[in-house]
């Protein structure tokens, strides 16, 4: 378990979804249906990622709530920061686990 924390993988998973966004707003042609190769990859990773983004806005939406891009930045850093949280904690539990 320590060797995991020392791993800081919450981190990294933070870094690649911020790489992801961040390439799926300045790339667009993974997002079309006969998409191949590193761009089908890339279109099937852009899916998972805004997962919890779409359920987060739906949830809004279901509220009433116009999802704004204020809105989607606000639980776009929530989301990273969540990640960035989970792994604090996950380090710090390891180390007090591991002596």
């Known amino acids: 378990m320590k ?6 993988f ?3 998973v933070a870094v690649f979804i911020l790489a ?3 390439a799926g707003v300045f790339w667009e042609a993974p997002f079309h249906p006969d998409a ?3 761009a089908r990859l890339f279109s099937q990773a ?4 805004v997962l919890p983004v779409r359920f987060v806005l739906a949830q809004l939406a279901a509220k009433r709530i116009e999802a704004t891009t ?3 930045i606000v639980v776009l850093a929530c989301y990273l920061g969540l990640l960035v949280v989970l792994d604090v ?3 710090k539990v390891a180390k007090r686990l591991g002596g």
């Open 70 to 72: 204020t809105a989607t």
């Open 89 to 91: 904690v996950f380090t």
């Open 36 to 38: 191949q190769g590193v």
């Open 3 to 8: 060797l995991l924390a020392r791993s800081h």
């Open 20 to 22: 992801v966004l961040t």
């Open 46 to 49: 852009w899916e998972y990622v």
């Open 10 to 12: 919450f981190l990294i």
